[in-house]
């Protein structure tokens, strides 16, 4: 449980499991139809656009996926013509907490998948049928859900354990050379994946409480990754590895600077898309 102090400060700590959901941003063409057609969440562009997964984790920022962080991606993903599908796997959160007390909710329990859906306004899919030859790139918000549902970084840092889609999602889009984008706490499921990979949490020091989780760059490490620092409106791009991230809520700022720096996110991952 050490590492959950390092993880998350004493927010982090009641953080709980988020449920990843998968959904498209906008109706594709029959022939691109992989999944149900409850995956098609909205007509965004008449355009063919970069066929892009996102990886939900929950709904909430203690026990699942940050739902400003999933909006934003979900805004620029439009704004940039893709054609987005959302994803999160099938199975029980780590806990539930109460995001009025910032405490878990003792004897609850809920499902990823079944919380994301919320996010995903229904059009989602199980991360199970996520592959990679059926898009061009992948997106993972942040929240408690990635470090707690999707990963076991939240209680064992660096010795965690990621789940196994995730893994196999990750390790297939790197494998393919597409592009794949994390913030907030996100990145350390990268970290623990891709050996060596580039990517970035944020500052490594507190600044008076700007960076509330300076720890977090020192498990990176211990990951055996290479932590960049960068503010929050700035991304890191590991042009080898294809990944790209963003500090996004790791820091106590205002919400329209995450928003920007989450675009120049997005903006680089379907320039990477294309190439």
Known sequence: MAALGVLVAPR?????VLAPLPSRLRLLPPSRQALSPRAALHCSSPRPGARVAV????????DGTEIHEASAILVHLSRGGADVQIFAPDTSQMHVV???????????TRNVLTESARIARGKIADLAQLRAADHDAAIFPGGFGAAKNLSTFAVDGKDCKVNRDVERVLKEFH???KPIGLCCIAPVLAARVLHGVEVTVGHEQEEGGKWPYPGTAEAIRALGAKHCVKD???VHVDQKNKVVTTPAFM???ALHHIHDGIGAMVRKVLELARK
């Open 232 to 234: 929050v409106t700035e």
């Open 175 to 177: 494998g393919a050379g």
């Open 251 to 253: 820091c106590e700022t």
């Open 98 to 108: 109460d995001h009025t007390k910032g405490q878990p909710s003792e004897g609850d």
């Open 55 to 62: 990886v939900l984790s929950g709904c909430g920022v203690y």
């Open 12 to 16: 982090l700590a009641a953080a709980s």
